[in-house]
């Protein structure tokens, strides 16, 4: 997945009017464009919920809800990349900042080619990131669907009486005839399983 750095959605989120008008034409000279430019972390918030950007620059300091907070928020309803500005370089805003949304943290005073930088390091993050979430996804639906055939061979083989290889063979050729992925031919499989074995308990009542 290649990251993309030009001609970005961008929202902003800061308290101080110099800084958001240090943001509106920095951005904008960077061949950005500015979606939105909020005063406090709900506003940034909304305007994310409406349109939704390619990318969030927040301060953390703000009234009604900080950055962090609203970076997460922004992050739960649709995965976004977030730079953190602040005048602070507190421990705690930077444990905080950890581990969730925020690719990059800045402390002001911000230069513009530090924002260009921070920019271009955050979205080649972000997509290493998604990159990688994207492979664990897989890995994991492999592994299930790996159980799930594992599972269906047991039972082809108890119920017609044929040796694993041969059940495995029968799961194929079924699956190779109805145009089927293997896995959802084994997932067939187990739950007919399971209405067979709900008959046989009810028929031995």
Same mark, same amino acid.
């Given at each position: ?72 928020? @922004? =992050? ?10 602040? #005048?602070?370089?507190? $421990?705690?805003? +930077?444990?905080? !900042? ?20 921070? @920019? =271009? ?10 990159? #990688?979430?994207?492979? $664990?996804?897989? +890995?994991?639906? !492999? ?63």
């Amino acid at each position: 997945m290649k990251p993309y750095t030009d001609h970005l959605k961008i929202a902003v989120a800061d308290d101080e009017p110099d800084m958001r008008q240090f943001f509106q034409e920095v951005l904008t000279h960077l061949g950005h464009k500015v979606l939105a430019i909020a005063e406090t972390g709900k506003q940034l918030v909304e305007s994310c919920r409406t349109n939704p950007p390619d990318l969030v620059i927040t301060d953390v300091k703000m009234p009604d809800m900080d950055g962090l907070d609203a970076a997460k928020t @922004i =992050a739960g309803d649709h995965p976004t990349p977030v730079i953190v500005v602040s #005048a602070h370089d507190d $421990a705690e805003y +930077l444990e905080r !900042a950890r581990g969730g949304p925020v690719m990059t943290y800045l402390i002001k005073p911000v230069k513009p080619a530090d924002l260009q930088a921070a @920019i =271009a390091m955050t979205m080649v993050r972000f997509a290493q990131l998604r990159e #990688a979430n994207a492979e $664990a996804a897989q +890995l994991r639906q !492999a592994l299930e669907e790996r159980k799930l055939i594992e599972r269906a061979k047991g039972i082809v083989s108890r119920r017609l009486r044929v040796e694993e290889p041969d059940a495995f063979r029968k799961l194929q050729k079924m699956a190779s005839v109805h145009n089927r992925k293997l896995a959802d031919v084994a997932q067939q499989v187990v739950n007919s399983d399971k209405v067979f074995q709900e008959l046989e308990m009810n028929n031995n009542k």
